[in-house]
Nanobody, 123 residues
Framework: QVQLVESGGGLVQAGGSLRLSCAASGRTISGLSMGWFRQAPGKERETVAAVYWSGGSTLYADSVRGRFTISRDNAKNTVYLQMNSLKPEDTAVYYC????????????????WGQGIQVTVSS
């Protein structure tokens, strides 16, 4: 079992940047594909980005491609989401999650979840 804890969220003005971190404990994440997801009020949870266990392959939602970067440091058992050029529509609770095997797009494909962290982008 792996426990995931997100940090780095908060309030930022449009155009600003934040870096989210997801620290894992309980087991190494080196064999897990990891993803970042978000859920805005009244909306379904959506996938933001995903990364293969080695970090060599990444996937991004069209809405964040070119602005967000997912990365991982397996030695630190941590996954990151660098968010630049933030927009008010990026406001949501952000979650990190992991799964065994190849990265998948759908949130339902992930087994391990953090508690989520709020990101608010003001206009």
């Amino acid at each position: 079992q792996v426990q995931l804890v997100e940090s780095g969220g908060g309030l930022v003005q449009a155009g600003g940047s934040l870096r989210l971190s997801c620290a894992a404990s309980g087991r190494t994440i080196s064999g897990l594909s990891m993803g970042w997801f978000r859920q805005a009020p009244g909306k379904e949870r959506e996938t933001v980005a995903a990364v293969y266990w080695s970090g060599g392959s990444t996937l991004y939602a069209d809405s964040v491609r070119g602005r967000f970067t997912i990365s991982r440091d397996n030695a630190k058992n941590t996954v990151y989401l660098q968010m630049n050029s933030l927009k008010p529509e990026d406001t949501a609770v952000y979650y990190c999650a992991g799964r065994t095997g190849l990265p998948r797009w759908g949130p339902n494909e992930y087994d391990y979840w953090g508690q989520g962290i709020q990101v608010t982008v003001s206009s």
